[in-house]
Each structure stands twice: as C-alpha cells, then as structure tokens.
C-alpha cells in the first residue's frame, strides 16, 4: 500500500475510533463553545469593534482545544499498547505521523467550524462578508498547528508527565504560527484585503514547510529509539 | 542457505541495565524455537528487537539476510508479532481491526477469511474489541498478526491466559507451517515443548543453554 493510502488509513482509523467513543470530541467542542460564551458574557457587544481581542480569544480558544487534541494522538496509542501494532506496519514512519496529522487536520476543522459559527452568534463578530478569507486563515493556521501538534506529541509520547511535557513544549513551537494567526485574523475581522495578510501567510506556509521537514527527517528516529 | 533469523553479537542496554549481552543465535526457515528463561531474562526485549520494533543498542540483526534495521519496511511485511499488550483497538470491532491491519499490509480476502475461520472467530466479528474477554481478544491478536501470512512468526507469551483447547489449535497451527520460522517467548516449558523443536534458555540477558527437545 502506498504512503498517502497507509496515511490516509491510520487517520480514518483514528477518526473511527475518536468519535465511537465521542465523549472527547464532544468535551473539545463543549470547552470552545463554553469559552465563547464566557467571552461573550464577560465582553457583551463591545467585541464587534475590538478586532485584535475577538482575534486572540478566537486563537487562544482553538490552541486550548488543539492541546487537548494532541494529548490523546500518540500518548493514547502508546498508553493502550497499540502503539506497537503502528510499529509492525511496512510503510515509513512519517506515514504514521502523517496518519495522526490528516487525523488532526479533521478535528480540529471541526472545532474550528464551530468557534467560527458560535462567535458570530455569541460574540455577535459580522463575520459573514469575510467568512471564506477568515476560513483560510484559520485553516491554514491549523494545518501547522496539526503538523507541529503531532510531532511534539510524537516527540513525548514515551517520556513521563508526557501530558504536562506536551503543553510546555507545544506553546514555544507553536508561537511562530499563533503569532501571525492572530495578526491575520485581526486584519480581516477589521474589512482588510488579502493583500494586506500576505506577510503573515508567508509566514505560515514558512513554519509549514519548516516543521514538515523537521517531523520527516526526524520521525523515524523517535519511533526507533522508542 | 540463509537463516530466517541471524541475531549477531547484540546487546541491549536500557539505562544502567543490560537486558541483552553480546547475544549471537542463528535461526533457520521451518525451525520452532522456544526462548524460555524467568521474568527478565530478556526475552521480550529479543522479540523485539527481531520484530524491528526496538534497535539494539550494539550487533547486528538480519532477517532473511537483510539488515533488519535498513530495510524495516519490506522486513515487516514479512514478520507476523503478538505480544501480551496486544495491538488492537478497544472501539473498533474484531472486523475493523483486522482490516484495518489486512488492508495495510495488502491481504487478499481468502486468506483473511481463511485465519478468521481457522480461529473460529467469525462470531465475535461485529463484537467490539473491549466487550471480548482476555482469551478472545488474544485470538483475534493472532488473527491480526497471522493476516498478511508472514514467514516470520514472533510470538511472545503466546500460552498466558489461553484455554487448553486455544492452546492446542495453536500448537497444531504452528507445527504446520512447514516453512515458516516460529519464535515462541514462554513460561510455560510444557507447551513450548510441545510446539518447538528447540529451545533456548536465557538468564540475566546471554544464552545459558541452546538444547533439541
């Protein structure tokens, strides 16, 4: 089987298994939903002309939600012993890592759609005209979020405190994309053009290319070492 | 001709603690052997290292007569592993997990209904795996491990917390797989005799004896 179709595998597998037992899914989305609506009660309306605060609650909510996301990625795998059954696979490592990254990819979207729709109903944010370009933002801040998410929960998942370990280690590495998330996001919610994010999605895509890279040429080596 | 399995000079240390000591043993296709010895002799740890799963921390390993650790893809489709922990998923069904595992290493239909039904665990196939009880969910592992039809079979403690009856459907399995290499971890002396040829007794990390049964 090739790379992409063992990828795609491992993440549907996840997938499966993450919403049978949907009690986590469910407290991810509970968590972004409730934290929207604290904001909401804390902030009221005053919101709707404060780009750069709706812009940081937004993220500081999803990077909360993507932390207890990766905290179940490979530490839950290695917890229950199934972690060997991904080892006996013939495929490269970074097919595994990018099984749990596609897996990321697909939850956090999910969040993502929910905190986006909810603060346009609780924060009342006029997100509607800028929707699609708040999406790509959102989305491709994401993405590096999953990639960079997944391989420190790699990097972790055999260490002690790993949980702990995680959420000291994801917010130093995850910095160069929540910081030009935010300016992004913050432009948009302001009416700004595309033209003007341009800076920070080179950026992204920068800290994309990067830890990819990274996560492919190390991976292997975690799982050996293991 | 070359060996299933050649494990040359390796070691394994974790930590302050050696678990394998310039360990050298060579295995040959249709060969059953059994790696007995107490509780951290370092039979798991050999298993391990055999399955690729763990590099040794000095030595060679060759399966086949490749080097077991530069081409661990194309040597995994070739080893079968079951360990005690068990490598399936307790949301997803015996079915899901097995094909999960068939559809990666590529199986054809035959064989995979083939095992199931030798297991006799076309029953429990829509059951998910965390209702099954221990023995069920050990034979289903088997399943897993056996799907893709491997010519090497890593099997370690493979008689603890199996019925008699299991553990005879087991040995008659194994002892029937004319070409194939079985390794076998136990504590049980009386059941690896009665499926291996050749057992091997670890002590402290270094073969102590290599004896025919």
Known sequence: MGFFSTALRIAEKDLKAEF??????????????????????????????????????LWIILFFASVLTFTTSFTREVDR???????????????????????????????????????MVFLNLSLSEVFLELLLVFFLGMVNLSVAGSFVS????????????????LFPICMPVLVPSVLATEKIVKGLSMVNIMPELRLLLAFLFSITAIGALTFKFILEEA | MVAAVEVIEVSKKYGYLWALKSLTVRIDKGELVAFLGPNGAGKTTLMKIVATHVSPSSGTVKIFGQDAFKNGGQIRKRIGFVTHEGFLYDELTVEENLLFYARLFSVNQQNFDNIIEFLNLKRWCMVPVKRLSYGLRKRADIVRALVHNPDLILLDELFAGLDEETCSLLVDYFRNQQAKAVLVSSH????????????????????????QF
């Not at chain 1, 097919?95 to 969040?111: D, E, P, Q, T």
């Not at chain 1, 790699?154 to 280690?169: D, I, P, Q, W, Y």
């Not at chain 2, 049980?188 to 004896?209: H, N, P, T």
């Open chain 1, 81 to 119: 012993g199934t972690f060997g059954g991904l080892k006996t696979l013939p495929c490269p490592p970074s097919a595994i890592l990018l099984g749990k990254i596609l897996y990321a990819i697909v939850l956090l979207f999910l969040v993502e759609l929910v905190l986006l729709l909810s603060s």
């Open chain 2, 188 to 211: 049980s002396i009386e059941w690896a005799k009665k499926l291996c040829d050749r057992g091997i007794l670890l002590d402290k990390g270094e073969i102590v004896q290599d004896t």
């Open chain 1, 20 to 57: 049978r037992r949907a009690y986590e899914v469910l407290s991810i989305l509970i968590f972004s939903v409730s934290s929207i609506l604290i904001c909401s009660l804390a902030w009221g309306g005053a919101l709707a002309g404060r780009a750069e605060v709706a812009a940081a609650a």
């Open chain 1, 154 to 169: 790699g990097l972790v998942m055999f260490s002690e405190g790993k949980t702990l370990l995680l959420s000291f280690l």
